[in-house]
């Protein structure tokens, strides 16, 4: 599998439970440690070898063309002008062009992670390969996968507790044969008015019809989400230690 060279970020979100923090910039743009969640995913993706970084962006999109300017060969932004009434199946819909048929990485943009996890999405051969922590006890608001050994066959937060393999931490790979058929699969469900759901929806559509999706196991690594100011000061702990991840 060669390596992957192209990446998508999702930041559109306005992180409303992270304000005062967020009144002058978005959610990606929150610093931990000095360095924002969105320039530390840009600096691991870069020193994996990714070229080209697509930023899907809605609330003040002009601040991430700001903080992005230079840091890596390529930035192409791509703004979600409906980010406050739809969900993130739209934002990626609208990456479609820029991603141009490649091989992607898709993040979320409030996730800060250890950058091994890139190396080990990388290391699978299935077409979706998701990053996934089964080492915590997932709740009922998770985004679960469930599995038949490492092959994963649906995806949701609504799936059984005692049906779940983990929870996804918001960090895929998609090789270059499936990137046309998600998007295909993403419009058409954007098409059919189906703008509330999350991309996993899709992902699980996919998964159903027979395409190939490895559980890659990440749970000894350091990630979390930051929707809160909990979730900040849990980043702030977790990652105390290192300047660079």
Request: hydrophobic share 45%.
């Amino acid at each position: 599998m060669p390596p992957t060279r192209t990446a998508v970020i999702l930041a559109a979100g306005v992180g409303s439970r992270l304000r005062p923090l967020t009144d002058d910039r978005p959610k990606a743009l929150v610093e931990v440690h000095g360095r924002s969640v969105l320039e530390r995913a840009a600096d691991a993706l870069s020193a994996h070898g990714v070229q080209h970084l697509i930023i899907a962006t809605g609330y003040r999109q002009e601040a991430i063309a700001e903080r992005l300017a230079g840091r890596l060969e390529r930035v192409t932004l791509c703004h979600n002008p409906r980010y406050e009434s739809t969900q993130n199946v739209v934002s990626l819909a609208l990456c479609r062009d820029a991603v141009a048929g490649a091989a992607f990485f898709k993040l979320d943009g409030d996730v800060i992670f250890d950058p091994d996890v890139l190396l080990r999405l990388d290391a699978s051969a299935a077409s979706l390969a998701v990053a996934v922590d089964a080492s915590r006890n997932v709740d009922a608001e998770a985004m679960k996968v469930q599995c038949q050994g490492s092959k994963i066959v649906a995806f949701g937060k609504e799936l059984p507790l005692d049906a779940s393999a983990g929870e996804t931490i918001g960090i895929e790979r998609i090789d270059a044969d499936l990137s046309p058929r998600l998007f295909e699969a993403i419009d058409t469900c954007v098409a059919a008015g189906r703008t509330d759901v999350y991309y996993e929806h899709v992902y699980d559509q996919l998964v159903r019809r027979g395409t190939s999706s490895e559980l890659v196991a990440v749970g000894d690594l350091r990630w979390t989400e930051i929707d809160d100011l909990a979730d900040l000061e849990r980043a702030r702990r977790l990652f105390a230690s290192s300047a660079t991840a």
